[in-house]
């Protein structure tokens, strides 16, 4: 990563801090009042050894002092302690401010652009990137600020007891941010590349996890293991990389500090044997200047040790932002929505020139021009990556388009989506039921369904057929990602959920895919009868349950290339013959 694009990250991640600017300025006021009692403290202590030892007074005599002292120690350990938690306030604050325009941006884009990259590198982008920039805000950025306010305290307080003393801690300042500067941006860049390491292994593990079965039909499962083996390792390395350049850092701070308050110390120990005799203004060294300027000299580089410390904490959350602020400042079209809310009366879909986009501007498909007329029902053929999925994604109002695409005779683009999808039923290849339980589920369909139509949906879909095998009915749990149910018998779910609540315009995307025979025949039976009562458009694969649908539409890069029922595609020769005569010799 170049300097250049480090600044920019940097800037970035600073302009979200004025989102809680005042936890901020709350923490850098308790600092700043830390700095002011740190001094009180070196001055009331260096007060009392003077007075003992030089003045020969009585600890006795000196009471008052002494419980002074010690309020003083409580006073900043309250300050630290609240300090610490306006800090903390913060970076919660703009973590949960970040995380929700992601979660947003994420719901704009839809599911055809989320798809792109595997669930498990949303997840790190979402949780474990967004939680790393906590320590920049709670403790990096109210530290810039401190390390230039306490030790500019320290030396105003300094500088009339010993300007010789204040000039030492002067000079040697700046060469500690210098070299932390320099370390620091290798450690960005080395965060940057561990975050990729762990976006690329939070998704090669979740994608093996879901298809552990399949492996161990085919028997991959060792060479899988070897696999995760190489990614943890390259995770480890990088890992390893981050906290080497943290260590390193913090060496050169511990090295310069140390250096400084060495020649502080050999200062004030050659002006009590007389060797110098400089820096007291001509009224001679005292042991009370010795002992204050040796008591904050530590203090003095504790404010830059701490930046340094937090330093590392900038360098991951400059590592976190560059994949995340490329996320969010990605130049994406979204779905023009309109505010024309639709009647619940059968619709008509037409199409001219209509070209498909993705959110990137690409064109995924077309130019398309169709009729979906009410109640028909249209079977969408074509090899993988003819455009299928596209169309289906675009009449779910989740792509952007261009050319014209009009819902009896009301632009696509006009209206209101929200009112669009209730008019729509959709059933995918790979059902996702959230519920907790199976009845829940079918309702997500209909909240308010009455018991009559949840069991017609049931009957309907071919639930009622396994329903009985379940430990309690409809009532049973389906388990995370539907874990209690075979894969046909949680499409059926999906299928009743889809037909619960009469629709308008049915969408289809390969519902039988991925099914044994029984459940297939089970899901095309129900989705076939289900295809006679409102307009209907399917995605599919499978050539043999379509003979009956009214049209076939075959798409071939992006296009319709044929149109026609399945006898008159059949005996013509074309892309659909094709597909025909694959399918037979496949099965």
């Known amino acids: 990563m170049n300097k250049t694009r480090q600044q920019e990250l940097t800037l970035w991640l600073k302009k979200q801090s004025i989102l809680s600017r005042r936890w901020l300025s709350i923490s850098r006021v308790l600092g700043t009042l830390s700095g002011i009692l740190i001094i009180a403290q070196a001055w009331l202590l260096a007060s009392l050894l003077n007075q003992m030892i030089m003045e020969k007074i009585p600890r006795e005599a000196l009471l008052l002092s002494f419980a002074l002292l010690i309020l003083v120690f409580i006073l900043r350990a309250w300050v630290v302690w609240l300090r610490e938690k306006a800090g903390f306030h913060a970076g919660q604050h703009i973590r949960q401010h970040i995380r929700k325009q992601a979660l947003e941006r994420l719901q704009q884009a839809g599911p055809a652009w989320i798809q792109g990259k595997p669930a498990g590198a949303w997840a790190t982008l979402i949780l474990e990137q967004v939680e790393d920039m906590q320590d920049f805000y709670a403790r990096y950025l109210p530290q810039m600020s401190l390390a230039a306010i306490v ?95 943290a260590f390193l850092s913090s060496g050169v701070l511990e090295f310069f500090a140390s250096l400084s308050i060495a020649l502080v110390a ?123 999925s596209s169309l289906v994604n675009l009449l779910s109002g989740f792509l952007a388009y261009e050319g014209t695409l009009t819902v009896n005779g009301t632009e696509f683009r006009e209206i209101d989506l929200t009112t669009w999808r209730h008019l729509l039923s959709w059933v995918g290849q790979n059902p996702l039921l959230p519920a907790d339980t199976l009845r829940d589920n079918i309702l997500l369909g209909a909240p308010q369904a009455s018991e009559e139509q949840f069991t017609d949906a049931m009957q309907r879909a071919w639930v009622h057929e396994f329903i009985g095998q379940l430990p309690k ?74 003979k009956n649908w009214d049209q076939i539409w075959v798409m071939q890069d992006g296009k319709i290339v044929q149109q026609g029922n399945f006898s008159e595609l059949s005996s013509q020769t074309g892309p659909f013959a094709d597909l025909l005569q694959h399918r037979q010799e496949a099965i």
């Open 151 to 245: 030790p500019l305290l320290i030396v105003i307080t300094l500088f009339p007891v010993n300007w010789a003393a204040a000039l030492i801690l002067l000079c040697t300042a700046p060469l500690i941010p210098l070299f932390m500067a320099m370390v620091g941006m290798g450690a960005a860049d080395a965060n940057r590349r561990n975050f990729l390491a762990l976006a690329r292994l939070s998704a090669h593990f979740l994608d093996r996890l879901k298809g552990m079965e399949t492996l161990r039909i085919f028997n991959r499962g060792e060479a899988e293991i070897n696999a995760m083996g190489e990614v943890s390792r390259d995770f480890r390395q990088r890992t390893m990389e981050v906290l080497r350049l």
């Open 266 to 388: 050999v200062y004030f120990g050659f002006s009590y044997l007389g060797e110098f005799n400089f820096g007291h203004y001509g009224t001679g060294i005292t042991l009370f200047a010795g002992f204050l300027a040796l008591i904050m000299a530590p203090e003095f580089f504790q404010p830059l040790r701490d930046l340094g410390t937090f330093y590392h904490a900038k360098a991951q959350a400059i590592g976190a932002a560059d994949s995340l602020k490329t996320f969010m400042e990605a130049p994406l079209q979204y779905p023009q929505q309109g505010t024309q809310r639709l009647e619940d009366v059968p619709v008509t879909l037409e199409a001219q020139d209509l070209v498909i986009l993705s959110n990137e501007g690409h064109t995924l498909a077309g130019p398309l021009s169709f009729t979906i007329n009410p109640g028909e029902r249209i079977a969408l053929v074509g090899v993988s990556g003819a455009g299928k």
């Open 473 to 546: 009915g409809v009532d049973t749990r389906t388990g995370d990602g539907a874990s209690r149910l075979s894969v046909g018998q949680a499409q059926r779910v999906a299928v009743a959920r889809a037909l619960i609540q009469p629709c308008r315009l049915l969408l289809l995307d390969e519902p039988a895919a991925s099914l044994d025979a029984q459940s297939e025949q089970r899901v095309m039976q129900a989705l076939n009868d289900a295809a006679l009562q409102q307009s209907t458009l399917m995605v599919t694969h499978q050539l043999d349950t379509i």
